[in-house]
């Protein structure tokens, strides 16, 4: 690792980012495969429909559990916005769209990075609740079952369009956020033009971890 870098993830972030990402693309795959015919081979790879069910099913038992530790772990970051500097980034959409002179800073988290955690909580939450009420419809009336298709179907459109906003920021959009989610640690020069508020937050109170500082070492 080169020497400078900052700190910005530790193992245990990391761990459920990659299962609640991991898995909700598992369900997206697997739900495409019972969804459309023509992805209807996706089922062979796992030996038939029905496996593909199961596989779908319990994987939205991980995603469950992972989706409420990602909750529980970034709510209190990520969850809430801050004004008016959020407004701000949010009229300048971040300098992401055209060209932006000076974007108002903001902290570890930018208002995209909010509205998208929001986005996967909230309809990642509705998913969880419309899947299983799908996969015991028992006690339910039809007509409810019925919406909980409709809404589980809305919340896949939702979160798989977000995906490619997210997938498309962290590369093309905002070069060097990758490392973040991989290794943890990312460019001084990164953290100064991303999150320029947070820099100076951990500056301040001292939690700036820097590669190589033989203070961390």
Known sequence: MKKGMIKATGPAERVVHWCVALSCLLLCITGMGMMYHSLNF???????????????????IFFT???????LMWWKEAGVFSFPEDAEWIKAAG??????DNVPEVGKYNPGQKMFFLTVALFGAGMVVSGFIMWF???FSVKLVRLMYVLHALGF?????FFF???YLVTIGAPG?????????VTKAW?????????????KHGTLVVSGDEKTS
Request: proline share 5%.
């Open 42 to 60: 996706i089922g062979t790879l796992v030996g038939g429909m029905g496996n593909l069910k199961l596989v779908h099913n319990f994987g939205g």
């Open 65 to 71: 559990a992972s989706l409420v530790c990602t909750i």
């Open 95 to 100: 300098g992401y769209l055209w060209h932006v």
């Open 137 to 139: 419809p028992l006690g």
């Open 157 to 161: 459109v939702v979160i798989f369009a």
């Open 165 to 167: 906003i997210h997938l």
């Open 177 to 185: 956020s990758a490392p973040a989610m991989f290794t943890g640690w």
């Open 191 to 203: 953290v100064k033009k991303q999150h320029p508020k947070w820099l100076k937050e951990m500056e």
